[in-house]
């Protein structure tokens, strides 16, 4: 892995070190890790292998879709998604972006027209994050963290912003299940609830947020 760029690797060198978890704190989190998410894959193989069905009857294109995001101190990992949008949807990306009043690239959308029909499906119910269950096995994610985000967001992050890089990025956190993408606050604008959650870490706060994930993927809230 490489670090995304210099101005990135600077700025979270520079991190307040009492936000950061203690050495005790990321052992215990990468055994938590490991153990959940060995588990959960061998459980959840059955349901990913009919979603991988469906995506493969559904439209062209592989079934597993693999993007650049950016990880713990700016380093650039393959993060692992189902596929729910046309295989040039990233290409269309720029004609599709628009700005909020304060200026914030919002990059997501309801009724995008790149999702599929079973991509539609999967990105409702968080299917298609599945496979990051992968991604914590091998160390590039936690279970539980701040969303890791695309590269060309992180370049438009305020200095202070570059704290929540300050640890593992995750599948869920705080954020997902106080808001989610609800359009007021997109990934790269929920900063704020990202350092709540580093400023407050815990085995039990990790736990909590895990429990309480499924239940912000029933409601659906924010979720597009």
């Not at 153990?35 to 469906?54: G, K, W």
């Not at 950016?70 to 295989?87: C, I, P, T, W």
Request: aromatic residues 8%.
């Amino acid at each position: 892995m490489t670090a995304m760029t210099a101005n990135t690797k600077s700025i979270t060198n520079q991190r307040d070190t009492d936000i950061a978890f203690t050495p005790s704190q990321r052992m215990m989190k990468r055994a938590f890790d490991i153990v959940v998410s060995a588990i959960v894959l061998i459980l959840i193989l059955p349901v990913m292998a009919l979603v991988a069905l469906a995506i493969k009857l559904d439209s062209e294109g592989p079934v597993f879709f693999k993007q650049a995001r950016v990880g713990e101190n700016g380093k650039l990992f393959k993060m692992y998604k189902f596929r729910s949008m046309v295989v040039n949807a990233e290409a269309l990306q720029a004609a599709l972006n628009s700005t909020d009043i304060d200026g914030h690239t919002i990059h997501k959308r309801r009724n995008d027209p790149r999702i599929t029909r079973v991509g539609r499906i999967i990105r409702k119910t968080s299917l298609d994050e599945l496979p990051q269950f992968i991604n914590v096995l091998l160390g590039t994610m936690s279970l539980v963290g701040p969303r890791p985000e695309l590269p060309w967001l992180v370049e438009q992050y305020e200095a202070w912003q570059f704290e929540r890089l300050s640890v593992p990025q995750g599948i869920t956190g705080w954020w997902q299940i106080t808001g989610r993408a609800d359009g007021s606050k997109l990934c790269h604008q929920s900063t704020d609830q990202d350092l709540y959650y580093i400023q407050n870490y815990s085995l039990l706060l990790d736990i909590i947020i895990l429990v309480r994930t499924p239940f912000a993927i029933i409601n659906g809230k924010g979720a597009f």
